[in-house]
């Protein structure tokens, strides 16, 4: 078995906390053992003290000259923590009342989570069995109950599952996550959408979304999302997995981290409906969730469009706008994933580059009114539709002037705008 407390006797950076926290009692708890005794390199320690908020300030300030960062007090007592963000590192300090260690285990999510180390010297305390089920690559909750107090939790089996590679579900534990999914319905949409964030952006994001999908969690928090989505669900799971492998491929061609990001949101939007007030509700920062959103409802129209003539390949990436480069790295991936040449989109991208921001900045030939004035009608419904006919025109260089854009529109009222100029506004 794992010899945990030589680890954590060794780790340089929990000496210098307890160098900073002194003689008071101070517990390691969770993510930061967790990750240590498995051989990652943790950046978030939570630390688990008697007292209320009010008696643990102290510490917290004490702590701010290593973190390099104030403490901000979250939330209401009896639930209020401190938490310091640095650069390198983050901490939360974790005030637990008059409980014990053993309770505060025992009320954690799982038994990977539930093991706690006392600053400096130990002793351990593992009451689930966690260091057993670290050794065993397995992933057990702590109990029914506790995943019932907090169904967020449920979602972060998958998370977990997704972040750390080797583990697998206890089959008890996959039982209650099945049994309590409806029960994520419930839970606050904020904290329900960065689960899901952190899932996509895990090194296992096509795992996540496995057992996501497999214990019900994707139907019960959007229920009707599924069954409008742009793309199926093992392609969307094949499309995360190639944005994983790829990643520093689709960096090398000149594109911004934040649109591969994006990229892998869209993804998991892609295969439930995009616009479904469920899924708008989960309050992703911005302007990731406007990039992923609108690369996740344009995939279909994106993978039909990269093989097409420069001029539409052309008024495709502008209607995108800034949002055309997490549309590119989507359709690249959902393209490539399913054994599709990755060469027409490298193609795109250099078209995007060279010309692409430019033409995004361009401005329309003619203005609404001088549309209205030039086809004799009042403004209504139909005059959106004719702008949006002009400035395709424009785009794939039918039409270079507002001589030439007002010819096109007589061209278009006598043709394909006859529908449309003669109905009812």
Not at 150 to 170: E, H, K, S, T, Y
Request: charged letters at 25%; a positive charge; proline letters at 8%.
């Amino acid at each position: 078995m794992t010899d945990i407390g030589a680890i954590l006797r060794t780790d340089p950076v929990l000496a210098q906390v307890a160098r900073v926290t002194g003689t008071a009692e101070v517990w390691v708890a969770g993510g930061w053992i967790r990750d240590r005794a498995i051989g990652r390199t943790p950046t978030e320690i939570d630390l688990a003290v008697p007292g209320s908020a009010t008696e643990t300030e102290e510490l917290a300030v004490r702590l701010s000259e290593l973190v390099q960062a104030h403490p901000h007090l979250l939330g209401r007592a009896p639930h209020a923590v401190w938490r310091l963000e640095g650069r390198h590192l983050k901490v939360e300090i974790w005030p637990r009342g008059s409980l014990t260690v053993t309770k505060d285990c025992l009320r954690r999510d799982f038994t990977l989570n539930a093991i706690q180390w006392r600053l400096p010297d130990g002793p351990l305390e593992d009451p689930t069995g966690g260091v057993r089920d670290l050794d065993q690559r397995i992933l057990r909750a702590v109990s029914r109950a506790n995943l019932v107090d907090d169904p967020v939790r449920l979602l972060r089996a998958p998370r977990f599952l997704a972040q750390i590679p080797g583990f697998r579900l206890d089959p008890l534990t996959q039982r209650w996550l099945a049994e309590l999914a409806h029960l994520a319905a419930r839970a606050p949409r904020e904290r329900l959408g960065q689960e899901l964030l952190r899932t996509v952006l895990a090194p296992r994001p096509a795992t996540g979304l496995h057992h996501l999908h497999t214990l019900g969690l994707l139907t019960a928090i959007a229920p009707e999302g599924l069954a409008a989505g742009r793309i199926p669900l093992p392609l969307a799971a094949a499309t995360l997995a190639w944005l994983q492998a790829n990643g520093r491929r689709l960096l090398r061609w000149g594109l911004d981290p934040d649109a591969v990001e994006a990229a892998r949101l869209g993804a998991l939007l892609a295969a439930w409906n995009p616009g479904s007030p469920c899924v708008e509700a989960f309050a992703w920062p911005s302007p990731l969730r406007r990039h992923a959103m609108a690369a996740a409802t344009a995939v279909p129209t994106t993978l039909r469009t990269a093989g097409r003539s420069a001029p539409i390949r052309r008024e495709h990436m502008v209607r995108a706008g800034d949002r055309f480069p997490a549309s590119l790295c989507l359709g690249c991936a959902a393209a490539a994933s399913t054994g599709r040449q990755i060469e027409p989109w490298r193609r795109w991208w250099r078209q995007w580059r060279r010309t692409g921001r430019r033409l995004v900045e361009r401005p329309p030939l003619l203005r609404g009114d001088e549309v209205a004035s030039i086809l004799g009608r009042p403004p209504g419904p139909w005059l959106g539709e004719a702008l949006d006919a002009l400035r395709g025109a424009q785009l794939r260089g039918e039409v270079r002037t507002p001589v030439g854009a007002r010819r096109w529109l007589r061209r278009f009222q006598a043709g394909r705008g006859i529908a449309i100029m003669s109905g009812s506004d």
